[in-house]
T-cell receptor, first 112, second 110 residues
Framework: NAGVTQTPKFRVLKTGQSMTLLCAQD?????MYWYRQDPGMGLRLIHY???????AKGEVPDGYNVSRLKKQNFLLGLESAAPSQTSVYFC???????????FGEGSRLTVL | GQQLNQSPQSMFIQEGEDVSMNCTSS?????WLWYKQDPGEGPVLLIA?????ELTSNGRLTAQFGITRKDSFLNISASIPSDVGIYFC??????????FGQGTELSVKP
């Protein structure tokens, strides 16, 4: 039972470097999401996708890009990492007909 | 914009005690969800509520969808050490996106 899988789990970047976080789900869910979690801020939505080939901005999209070329994968990219992007990133997915999100285990990113 | 207030922010209780936490919103929600997050893990869904007044249990956990549709609470009875973690409420207004509360951090002393 893989569910939602995120890679990598940990990464350290220098300011200005780029990287991509990969999220894969094996539940055939239509919707996928990327959140960031910071102390005292709860979960904030970065970008989301309502289906293959479509993406939309969330609450805090600046500095991030996403792509959903395949239904099961949702990629989060940082083109030029900044220290403010140090956070724990969570991917989530949900089926079309319910509101219940299923989360991955998180990816901890540190930008020096 | 819509806001979700979750309280308390943290709780320190003795094993065996009951726990109560709640969330209130500034607008009407169609869905309330309660999640638990263990250290180093992603949030896991505990209870989902879809109807005003709905009361749902999952073992020692009970959650209710408030009649006004602007609040929800979660109760944990007879707490045990493995209840430690952060509990999040999340609500969705009609046609809108899911909004998360700030979380309630629960500590249980054996």
């Amino acid at each position: 039972n893989a569910g939602v899988t995120q890679t990598p789990k940990f990464r350290v970047l220098k300011t200005g470097q780029s990287m991509t976080l990969l999220c894969a789900q094996d539940m055939n869910h239509e919707y996928m999401y990327w959140y960031r979690q910071d102390p005292g801020m709860g979960l904030r939505l970065i970008h989301y996708s309502v289906g293959e080939g479509t993406t939309a901005k969330g609450e805090v999209p600046d500095g991030y890009n996403v792509s959903r070329l395949k239904k099961q994968n949702f990629l989060l990219g940082l083109e030029s990492a900044a220290p403010s992007q140090t956070s724990v990133y969570f991917c989530a997915s949900r089926p079309l007909r319910t509101g219940e999100l299923f989360f991955g285990e998180g990816s901890r990113l540190t930008v020096l | 914009g819509q806001q979700l207030n979750q309280s308390p922010q943290s709780m320190f209780i003795q094993e065996g005690e009951d726990v109560s936490m709640n969330c209130t919103s500034s607008s009407i929600f169609n869905t309330w969800l309660w999640y638990k997050q263990d250290p180093g893990e992603g949030p896991v869904l505990l209870i989902a509520l879809y109807k005003a007044g709905e009361l749902t249990s999952n073992g020692r956990l009970t959650a209710q969808f408030g009649i006004t549709r602007k609040d929800s609470f979660l109760n944990i009875s007879a707490s045990i050490p493995s209840d430690v973690g952060i509990y999040f409420c999340a609500g969705r207004p009609r046609g809108g996106k899911l909004i998360f509360g700030q979380g309630t951090e629960l500590s249980v002393k054996p």
